[in-house]
């Protein structure tokens, strides 16, 4: 189901709209400012059909709504209607369909200031439970995902687009914070295919969602925490050192003189960016279309901003760097990130995780003979050669480690190690594969003789590592008599 022209979209609120009349709802593109224009995107058509237009919201019950480009906030009337929409098979349009009770929220006429011109609400596209996705995804029974394809043109005929359900396919990065915002996991920034020097704990989000990346189609150029911005900035200047730079224009900092800058079939010749996610061969890369903004006619500037030292998300990729990207949302399923299953009888790792881990293994267990392996195991050994201790065979212990080094689930030999026959024993981890749908499945075996709390409520989970060292196990609880 595709949607085109235009509301804006934003990924943290429910879709709402102001309420005083029947309209179709177009967003041409928002005017210049500082000699910048400053694009809201907004790939959606929309025609609300209220049933009673003198009133079309009952006040049955009411919400928070929020315009965060102004950051403005007050109270709305949620309500339910029709809304038409075109459908689509990926390649060629289909027949307009209809939503019979769609909600949304009544927001103030206030909400729309800052918007574009004609843009009479917002269309949410987050995580929560009435977001323009889930309801599109309950109402026609297919998978919660959506793809979004942000188009670079500036005129009000060629718009972006977003497609609900299973096509397109694309790359899909993993869901970061538990919010109704996406973030993703990146691990490192690139440029001209260098890892710069930052603060690697920026990236990864703490107890109290700080931090992290997250994708936004609210910001209109990507923003980054003051240190990352600098380190960026430092490394894209030195990758051009035959470019003169010029006076900065608002709200860029690093500007360049366009006559310096060759151009390619894709845009300027410039350093790339990439964040790197999962592993160096996951990268969101940023070349010179979309990290090069044009100022006037001899002007370009480093489309990223500074975002001050304690901004609450690190990395922001904002509406700029993603036009003329495909972006798939599956809002179902994640990738990667590591699960506990008990369905798995032995933990399963990516294939470069497992990899890595049997290498260390095999060198932290050179003085013990390796033998040929018994499936579904790669690496045995002669068991007779190792020695034990209480917590199993005296192998190398395997640590997974959690937001610091002080919270680890330690594996010690009685969960890492497999006896197969009376002489041979395995590394009790299994090859998942290329691409696993996750990258890290914690299996049966290592979770035996380990106390595992989940907490549904608060989502969290807590773990004992094995209870051996507190002289027990799983099996001596005994619940029919007191202790």
């Known amino acids: 189901m595709a949607l085109s022209h235009n509301f804006l979209l934003v990924c943290s609120v429910p879709l709402h709209i ?8 177009f967003s041409p593109k928002s005017p210049s400012s500082s000699g910048v224009q400053r694009r809201r995107h907004a790939p959606i058509r929309h025609t609300y059909q209220p049933k009673n237009p003198s009133r079309p919201c009952i006040n049955v019950c009411g919400q928070g709504v929020d315009n965060p480009i102004i950051r403005t906030a007050t109270h709305g009337d949620i309500g339910q209607d029709v809304v038409s929409l075109q459908s689509t098979d990926g390649s060629n349009p289909g027949k307009v369909v209809k939503v019979p009770n769609f909600i949304f929220t009544c927001g103030a006429t206030l909400l729309v200031r800052g918007l574009a011109n004609g843009v009479t609400g917002m269309a949410g596209l987050g995580r929560s439970k009435i977001a323009l996705s889930t309801q599109l995804a309950a109402d026609f029974s297919f998978k919660r995902k959506f793809a979004l394809w942000l188009s670079s043109s500036t005129t009000s005929d060629e718009n972006g687009i977003i497609i609900f359900g299973d096509r397109p396919t694309a790359s899909a990065f993993s869901l970061g914070d538990k919010s109704f915002e996406y973030f993703i996991g990146v691990k490192s920034v690139n440029v001209n295919g260098k890892a710069i020097p930052l603060n690697k704990t920026l990236l990864s989000i703490d107890n109290n969602g700080i931090d992290g990346t997250k994708i936004s189609t609210v910001d209109p150029y990507t923003v980054l925490e003051t240190s990352i911005y600098n380190a960026v900035v430092s490394a894209f200047v030195n990758g051009m050192p035959t470019v003169k730079r010029v006076s900065s224009v608002a709200p860029f900092g690093a500007c360049f003189d366009s006559r310096d800058i060759f151009t390619t079939r894709i845009s300027y010749a410039v350093p790339w960016i990439d964040l790197v996610l999962q592993n160096h061969n996951v990268k969101f890369s940023v070349t010179g279309a979309n990290s090069m903004v044009r100022v006037s006619d001899n002007v370009l500037c480093l489309g990223f901003v500074d975002g001050g030292v304690n901004p609450r998300t690190s990395i922001v990729v904002g509406g700029y760097q993603l036009e003329n990207n495909l972006l798939q949302f599956d809002l179902a399923k994640g990738f990667g990130g590591t699960k506990i ?22 060198k932290a ?32 212990q395997i640590d997974l480690v959690f937001q610091s080094s002080s919270v680890v689930w330690r594996i010690f030999g009685a969960n890492s190690m497999v006896q197969v026959k009376s002489d041979v024993s395995c590394l009790g981890f299994v090859d998942g594969g290329v691409n696993p749908r996750t990258s890290i499945v914690i299996g049966g075996h290592q979770l035996e003789e380990n106390l595992v709390q989940i907490d549904l409520a608060a989502s969290k989970v807590g773990f004992s590592s094995i209870l051996f060292f507190r002289q027990t196990s799983c099996s001596n609880f005994n619940f029919t008599s007191n202790a």
Do not use: D, K, M, Q
């Not at 369905?343 to 881990?357: F, G, Q, R």
């Not at 579904?376 to 209480?390: E, L, Q, Y």
């Open 365 to 396: 267990t050179a003085n013990i003979t390796r033998v040929s392996p018994a499936s579904p195991f790669t690496v045995c050994c002669n068991s007779t050669f190792s020695g034990s201790t209480r917590v199993g065979p005296a192998v190398p």
């Open 18 to 25: 102001i309420c005083h009349h029947s309209s179709n709802i």
């Open 341 to 362: 299953s008990t369905v798995h009888p032995y933990t399963v790792l990516e294939t470069s995780i497992y990899n890595a881990l049997t290498r260390a293994f095999i």
